[in-house]
């Protein structure tokens, strides 16, 4: 029973192309997020949905758009992707913003 | 500007040996901080949190970590490390409590040596 699930685990692609990435929980959290971690390790959130309204948008290039379908998904699509852009994104949800989070597996991103 | 400090990059300790995690933060209110893991390949697993009240905290995995407010620490031990532990630690604290925005250190690589 995955509390926080990702797909795809990996996914390489080549530089310009549009990918998407899928997250879904079924703790039934009312707040989901997406987390960039690069080749450092250094983890940075991008995005916050709470009842399905964005609630946090850090500095994150308008290329990226994260869709909301639901309160169990949080989906991140990424336009015209770029070398930068390779690092593990990680999907995470809580109970709340007050409450701690819950990590997904992650997903490698490798553009070529 | 909130932050988190993790002065130690990497750290190596013998199996059975104590532990300790040094996490510094700067934050103006009274932050709600975390301590997560993870394990190679993995995502992140909170080991524990502190929101407010007794500042000794009881985790996961025979973790326990300490808010010191004079000091702005909150440190990670264990008192005996198994070789399991070996992994990426994470320190965190919560910046804005209405958006759930967690802010990260830049992590501590442990190495257990047997």
């Known amino acids: 029973d995955t509390a926080v699930s990702q797909t795809p685990k990996y996914l390489v692609t080549q530089m310009g192309n549009d990918k998407s990435i899928k997250c879904e929980q079924n703790?039934?959290?009312?707040?989901m997020y997406w987390y960039k971690q690069d080749s450092k390790k250094f983890l940075k959130i991008m995005f916050s949905?709470?009842?399905?309204?964005?609630?946090i948008n850090e500095t994150v290039p308008n290329r990226f758009s994260p869709k909301s379908p639901d309160k169990a998904h949080l989906n991140l699509h990424i336009n015209s992707l770029e070398l930068g852009d390779s690092a593990v994104y990680f999907c995470?949800?809580?109970?709340?913003?007050?409450?701690?989070?819950?990590f997904g597996p992650g997903t490698r991103l490798t553009v070529t | 500007a909130q932050s988190v400090t993790q002065p130690d990059i990497h750290i190596t300790v013998s199996e059975g040996a104590s532990l300790e995690l040094r996490c510094n933060y700067s934050?103006?209110?009274?932050?709600?901080l975390f301590w997560y893991v993870q394990s190679p390949g993995q995502g992140l697993q909170l080991l524990l949190k502190?929101?407010?009240?007794?500042?000794l905290v009881q985790g996961i995995k025979g973790f326990e970590a300490e808010f010191k407010r004079s000091q702005s620490s909150f440190n990670l031990r264990k008192p005996s490390v198994h070789w399991s532990d070996a992994a990426e630690y994470f320190c965190?604290?919560?910046?804005?409590?209405?958006?759930?925005?967690?802010?990260f250190g830049q992590g501590t690589t442990l190495q257990v040596k047997p």
């Open positions: 703790l039934g959290h009312d707040t």
């Open positions: 965190a604290v919560g910046a804005q409590s209405n958006t759930g925005k967690l802010i």
């Open positions: 949905y709470n009842n399905k309204e964005l609630i």
């Open positions: 502190y929101f407010s009240g007794d500042t």
């Open positions: 995470a949800s809580s109970q709340d913003p007050t409450n701690e989070q819950y």
């Open positions: 934050y103006g209110a009274t932050p709600y």
